[in-house]
């Protein structure tokens, strides 16, 4: 983020004194959060609300989550040029090359359908295009869709992730795997 | 596959002199892959096809890809399980958690939108319902299908895999992650 270089102010919202410091040691400032929107079934918009009603002067916000530690600077910048090319709201994807199929209940014996390719034309996961998805990095947002309640709204862009800076920590398991990306180096990472 | 125990016979279909030495040592048959279908733009289906010419006794087989090292015997009873229900393709799913966006031209100014949900009304991940895509660890199909070229057709049914046991290895990097999740005994396998 401070390589990056754009963010008028860089906080970490949060009510833990440990995070609190971590944070500050490392050149954010510190929100505190209010502990209604601290607990485990907090939303990010709530704690983003929170925020804006307290900083009037923020009227772009980049929501950066902590899940998704293989952020880059030019992952960030590629973003902010889609706002300043009129994308109100601008996040983070990777491409997905799965073969999808619908959910049936299988204990009555119904049969599943595939719903995004025909299995008479199956392409190797080499050849296929893939499907976007959000991958959680980052959300940049117009703080009028945010006091709406939406990172997502009005002209959205994106910003295309390779798929090995897209791991999202949200497993013990999760946290091991990035531990041994980032021991082995096996990516180039400023 | 040995120990869940329902094959009548366990092959390796290769052309590589290292691997069928180790799939011998292991217990399982070689099958000699034909050069022709062992180049990098073979697909599966050219392999099991020339398989089931020279094998006239197979009326269902369960392609097991090597590219999922977490198959347990737990998975393949189930699947086995659905074929004696009267399936014709079983095969290995997972759920996937993801916000899906239409892929638009970003150099065009287009914007995109969501596919599978409605940003006025975002889950968080852990409530997520999911979708469901196929994870690769193996094909139960039976014969008449094979030999139309479907690994999936007729009354298809699925056996959800945890995803932590889903794991596909198409990169060295994936390779890491899985040489690490077994070193760390992050699983419970068999």
């Not at 923020?58 to 998704?68: A, K």
């Not at 595939?114 to 980052?138: C, W």
Request: hydrophobic share 35%.
């Amino acid at each position: 983020m401070q390589e990056f270089g754009k963010f008028d102010s860089v906080w970490v919202s949060t009510d833990h004194s440990g995070i609190s410091e971590c944070a500050q040691a490392l050149g954010a400032k510190v929100y505190n959060r209010c502990c209604e929107h601290a607990v485990d079934n907090s939303t990010s918009i709530s704690a983003v609300q929170e925020f804006l009603k307290d900083h009037q002067e923020v009227d772009v916000l980049c929501l950066i989550q902590c899940t998704s530690p293989f952020i880059q600077p030019e992952f960030l910048d590629a973003g902010y040029k889609l706002l300043l090319k009129g994308y109100e709201a601008v996040f983070s994807v990777t491409r997905d090359k799965k073969y999808r199929w619908r959910a049936v209940d299988i204990s009555k014996n119904e049969s599943t359908s595939p719903l995004n390719f025909n299995p008479e034309r199956r392409q190797r996961r080499q050849e296929m295009q893939g499907e976007l998805v959000e991958n959680g990095m980052f959300y940049f947002t117009k703080r009028n869709l945010l006091e709406k309640g939406l990172f997502q709204g009005g002209r959205c862009g994106y910003v295309e992730i390779p798929s090995e800076y897209s791991i999202e920590i949200d497993s013990m398991l999760d946290l091991t795997i990035a531990e041994q990306i980032l021991s082995q180096e096996l990516l180039n990472l400023n």
